[in-house]
Nanobody, 119 residues
Framework: QVQLVESGGGLVQPGESLRLSCVAS??????MGWYRQAPGKDRELVARISSGGNTNYADSVKGRFTISRDNSKNTVYLQMNNLRLDDTAVYYC???????????????WGKGTMVTVSS
């Protein structure tokens, strides 16, 4: 089975930084990424990275967050700089396996790690 284990969440003040890590086991994944869910809001994509290193970011985090991965370790990272109050959310690691040319996929999820930005 596939397991995703996140780490690195915590409490920080605005402007500070955190780095999240997610270690995947069980199988190789095509895309890996980070989603977040704030209280009262839907889960949203934060950043995604393909197996080849292609990245995609939510507009709200562009220029502040950087996603990277180490394929040999099956690990994805999210460097979060200049954190803002509205970055507060539970952050979930996502691993995706593409199963069709049309883009159908199977998603695997970690349990989440809480990031709280507060002054």
């Amino acid at each position: 089975q596939v397991q995703l284990v996140e780490s690195g969440g915590g409490l920080v003040q605005p402007g500070e930084s955190l780095r999240l890590s997610c270690v995947a086991s069980g199988r190789r994944l095509d895309n890996m990424g980070w989603y977040r869910q704030a209280p009262g809001k839907d889960r949203e994509l934060v950043a995604r990275i393909s197996s080849g290193g292609n990245t995609n970011y939510a507009d709200s985090v562009k220029g502040r967050f950087t996603i990277s991965r180490d394929n040999s370790k099956n690990t994805v990272y999210l460097q979060m700089n200049n954190l803002r109050l509205d970055d507060t959310a539970v952050y979930y690691c996502n691993g995706r396996v593409i199963v069709s040319v049309e883009g159908a996929a199977i998603d695997y999820w970690g349990k989440g790690t809480m990031v709280t930005v507060s002054s």
